[in-house]
């Protein structure tokens, strides 16, 4: 399983640079926590990292393919139980075996009939950390995760991610509440775009007149 | 220089506000001279059609209002195939800028064919196979422009429109088969044709060709204004933007 | 791809997902025609292919905006774009799930309502076959004009605007089947371009649509 290699990545969003410079290598069986301010490009810089758009410049490696995708809203349908809601993901990933070892994985096995919608705060988060379970990859990227958890459903969320890490997995946690998760952080206000903002937009520097 | 030298260095924005800068006062002023010899020689100093009378003199206004109605669309389909494949901007603010000028003139040809057909047929509107393609080409334009407006960040919204123009583009041949077909369906034959300019005498060509030469060059000069005013839009949005960061 | 089209038709039929809606509307603007132009049957059977096309159409626009939006709200369409399947089957299936639970029940219910506007006979059998063979043309329009307007929160209006001069040939060669069919004239040669606009559409319209939502997941 190979490790998790950023060189050189630029992101923007809506044309906008916002982070560049952007270096940072996680072995397989570590974390590493994004930190920074809201607006610094912590949602930008996952979902490049995730192929949803493009980099600006400099490279990922490995590709979107081995990258799981965890957004602050899971993408579970509230009309479908948790099983149902599973099974499709595990069933679009090629996933074979069923999700009976993620439904025990995650504390879900006493919920697989309950509809998504009827799930407290806490229970959604591990669906949502079961689905990335099942795409098999390696590579977790969690977007805000721990938001609206109390203080107990947050010790099972990071004992999840550990889980996943023990296993030789890889994570990368935009977040600013401490899970208690030994690994490194990474402040993103360092690597912010300078100041000659859009300078990628061919319009900026003496287009006109 | 060769054109297609100069014609791929119009995609600076910096180079092309700088020629456009001379070309506009001049094709206005061309468009201007050639529109007012046509439409007043046209006007005043043809004699009546034996048939038609003086009706037949708004020819002058529709028939080019057309050409640059149609023409318009062409240009969106060219200036946004070139966006796609080789991300020129001024080539997707070219293709915006040129909407409102081809909607208006499609509106120019509609109306007049309207105040045409009043005397001709006796009616303000028949459903007739070219009115009816050009009522479509109009809400085609309508949705295009809609597009433009509903997206605030500028290249989704070049990208979106681009890829509507593309599509559009097939739906809009289609339609005009379409209809072809729908009215034959109806009428059994076409009854209500405006093919008449193939017979159009000399007498009355020869001012028409001025018009239309004076609308080509007023769409030209239109369009170039309006992608200059889209550039200094942009260099603002994006001076705003870098006031916000700073 | 067929789990994606799948899991659309048991959101679709589930609580809250809108199925059987599109057909309520069907219906309910067929009982709005004939106090707008009368009773008779002598004005009504004319009319009645063409006011029938043009309700299934405009039905199957009002359920157009939910095809991408809801996936887009709830964070599913950032994990269809990445999961190992292609941007163009989901595109497909989408729009194929849209028709299933839209355009294939206005297709069966179109001949049953043809007998409230006094539809001369063998025409409900042509109105239902051409509703059969252009609606999937209208779902496949539609999933374009929704993946178009998807980025923006009241894509609703605009949507329309977009997606209905798209409609015109479909709706000319459907209604002049149905047309036909019921003046007993023979439907094939407006049915085979029907039938050439669908395929056309199934052709190329996944690629624009997932052209069109790759842009907006940027």
């Known amino acids: 399983m190979s490790a998790l290699e950023v060189r050189d990545l630029a992101v923007s969003r809506g044309g906008v640079p916002l982070l560049e410079g952007l270096s940072f290598r996680v072995a397989p069986g570590d974390a590493l926590i994004l930190t920074g301010h809201n607006g610094i490009g912590k949602t930008s810089l996952l979902r490049t990292l995730a192929g949803l758009q493009p980099p600006q410049a400099g490279r990922v490696a490995p590709g979107p393919d081995r990258i799981a995708f965890g957004a602050h809203s899971d993408g579970m349908k509230a009309t479908l139980s948790v099983a149902e809601n599973l099974e499709f993901w595990a069933g679009l990933h090629g996933l074979r075996g069923g999700i009976e070892g993620v439904l025990e994985e995650f504390d879900l096995a006493p919920l697989r009939d309950r509809a998504a919608q009827h799930l407290s705060a806490g229970q959604r988060r591990r669906l949502g950390l079961a689905r ?60 912010r775009a300078a100041p000659e903002v859009a300078r990628g937009d061919v319009f900026a520097e003496g287009a006109v007149e | ?163 509507l123009c593309l599509v559009g583009s097939v739906f809009a041949i289609l339609s005009r088969y379409a209809v072809n077909f729908w009215n034959q369906g109806l009428h059994q034959g076409a009854s209500l044709s405006l093919d008449r300019e193939k017979n159009v005498a000399d007498v009355f060509y020869h001012p028409l060709l001025l018009s239309m030469a004076g609308f080509i060059l007023l769409f030209l000069a239109l369009v170039l204004a309006g992608t200059r005013t889209e550039i200094r839009a942009r260099r603002l949005h994006a001076l705003r933007l870098r006031e916000r960061m700073a | 791809m067929t789990r994606i089209f799948l899991r659309d038709l048991r959101l679709g039929v589930r609580a809250g997902g809108g199925f059987g809606l599109g057909l309520a509307f069907f219906l309910i603007v067929v009982v ?53 399947v292609p941007l163009e089957g989901v595109a497909l299936a989408k729009a194929a799930a849209h028709w299933i639970t839209t355009g294939l029940p206005l297709c069966l219910a179109a001949p049953a309502l043809a007998v409230l506007l006094a539809l001369p006979w063998p025409g409900h059998l042509w109105l239902a076959v051409s509703l059969l063979a252009g609606t999937p043309a209208l779902s496949l329009i539609g999933a374009f004009g929704a993946a178009l307007t998807v980025g923006l929160r009241r894509g609703g209006l605009l949507l329309s605007l977009l997606v209905l001069p798209l409609y015109v040939p479909t709706l000319i060669f459907g209604a002049d089947v149905a047309r036909r069919g019921a003046e007993g004239l023979s439907p094939l040669v407006p049915l085979a371009l029907l039938g050439a606009v669908s395929l056309g559409c199934l052709a190329i319209l996944p690629f624009a649509t997932s052209a069109a939502l790759r842009v907006n997941l940027r």
């Open chain 3, 32 to 84: 709005l025609v004939p106090f707008g132009i009368g009773p008779e049957t002598a004005r009504l059977g004319p009319v009645a292919p063409g006011i029938l096309w043009i309700g299934a159409l405009l039905a199957c626009l009002l359920s157009l905006d939910r095809v991408f939006a809801l996936d887009r709200e709830d964070g599913a369409l950032d994990l269809l774009a990445t999961a190992p």
């Open chain 1, 132 to 191: 990335m379970g099942l795409t098999g990859r390696p590579v977790w990227l969690l977007d805000e995760p721990t938001v609206s958890l109390d203080a107990a459903s947050v010790g099972r969320f990071a004992r999840a991610v550990e889980r996943h890490l023990a296993g030789g997995g890889m994570a990368v946690l935009a977040t600013h509440v401490d899970l208690g998760l030994a690994a490194p952080r990474l402040d993103l206000s360092t690597f």
């Open chain 2, 1 to 163: 220089m060769s054109f297609s030298t100069s014609f791929w260095s119009l995609a600076n924005p910096a180079r092309f506000m700088s020629l456009t800068a001379r070309a506009v006062p001049i094709l206005s002023v061309l468009a201007g001279v050639c529109l007012v010899g046509g439409l007043v020689w046209g006007f005043f100093f043809t004699p009546d059609d034996y048939r038609q009378g003086s009706t037949v003199k708004i020819i002058y206004l529709h028939v080019p209002a057309a050409l640059m109605a149609i023409n318009g669309w062409l240009m969106m389909l060219v200036a946004s195939l070139i966006w796609l494949v080789r991300r020129h901007h001024v080539s997707a603010l070219a293709a915006r800028a040129a909407a409102p000028v081809g909607v208006t003139m499609t509106l120019i040809a509609l109306i007049t064919g309207a105040v045409w057909g009043q005397p001709m047929w006796g009616t303000f509107w028949a459903w007739d196979p070219r009115l009816t393609s050009f009522l479509i080409l109009f809400l085609f334009y309508l949705g295009y422009m809609a597009l433009w407006a509903a997206i605030d960040d500028p290249d989704t919204a070049a990208d979106l429109t681009s890829v």
